[in-house]
């Protein structure tokens, strides 16, 4: 009889570490595989005038001025990267850099390149990011090894815009996905070109957001899936769901930061901007999009948003009052 129990649990156990594994395996691949359409632009940009109608004239006004062109650059890591450059038609030394969210592209960013573009005289950077759009990875890194390949990008910002690096000001802004890489980056140290960071829905770490959608998605607990699936990732990419860690980087930050999120936002729960507020050591701003869910604090209050960030970032961008004025609606 006991000889039957000790077989029968060996049993058990033997079949719950196969479900385990083999579920860690699906969740990774679920998580972290690319978009297999992530290289179809016309759809992005279909999506893109779906939810704003008025940027199909801007990107339309802004390719027949050579303004919006696309450019490739290798990477450290060997990879070919895309991203878009958006020159507006004065000289300026104001550069935004625009950082996409997850299973998104730069395309479908745009609408903040205007925003950059028309409000604060800004040229626009918007990468990118492995695994995304047109650059090159096949799995995604929910913003941790992508802040290398943001902080790259910074670096060759003189070089694509032409200008000095002693004369440029830039300020990093992020969107769901996006926002984690800008703050894990603000945590790094950055050229004193950088001046500030935007972050808008961004998560407290990899290892909260994956146990959030477990729980939403699957109703099952952390245990022993997430686990797993971290051990997993660990092995395969090189990087773990508790590293990547945007609360942890907010105790490095100490270029100032504006904080964004929708009150009604349930992929990324709305409560996750107040502990990444409060561990930010430097000056720091929130707005909270009333009644917004997921990333549509802009989409829902666009003219409040607009104002919102161009207050805040022009108090760190050298714009002068008449660039202020020439940009008002």
């Known amino acids: 009889m006991v000889k039957k129990v000790i077989i029968f649990l060996i049993a058990v156990i033997i079949v719950f570490v196969i479900a385990t594994i083999g579920g860690s395996v699906y969740m990774l691949n679920y998580s972290l595989s690319s978009d297999v359409n992530r290289h179809d632009t016309d759809s992005m940009y279909n999506i893109l005038y779906e939810r704003y109608p008025y940027m199909s004239a801007w990107v339309d006004s802004m390719k027949s001025n050579d303004c919006l062109r696309d450019t490739f650059v290798t990477m450290p890591s060997g990879e070919r990267h895309h991203a878009m450059l958006v020159e507006g038609d004065k000289p300026t030394n104001n550069i935004a850099v625009v950082v996409h969210g997850y299973k998104d592209s730069s395309v479908k960013f745009l609408y903040l390149a205007r925003l950059y573009n028309k409000y604060l005289g800004c040229n ?78 961004g998560y407290t770490s990899v290892w909260d957001e994956f146990s959030t959608q477990l729980d939403d998605q699957f109703s099952l607990p952390d245990f022993p899936l997430l686990y797993a699936t971290n051990i997993l990732c660990d092995i395969v990419y090189d990087w773990t769901f508790d590293e990547a860690s945007p609360l942890k980087q907010m105790s490095k930050s100490t270029k100032p930061m504006l904080f964004i999120h929708g009150d009604k936002d349930t992929f990324v729960p709305s409560e996750m901007v107040y502990p990444l507020y409060k561990a930010h050591v430097g000056k720091k701003k929130m707005w909270i999009g009333q009644g917004s869910e997921h990333a549509l604090s802009y989409h829902d209050h666009e003219k409040a948003y607009i104002a919102v960030v161009k207050d805040f970032v022009s108090h760190f961008l050298r714009i002068s009052v008449r660039t202020q004025m020439a940009h008002q609606e």
């Open 124 to 201: 626009v950077l918007l990468p990118d990011l492995h695994g995304h759009g047109l650059s090159e990875g096949d799995d995604i890194q929910m913003g941790w090894k992508d802040r290398e390949d943001i902080l790259a990008w910074i670096g060759m910002l003189p070089n694509l815009f032409g200008v000095y690096s002693d004369s440029i000001n830039v300020v990093v802004h992020g969107v769901s996905m996006g926002a984690a890489t800008t703050m894990n980056v603000s945590g790094e140290s950055t050229p004193a070109y950088v001046r500030c960071f935007v972050e808008d829905c």
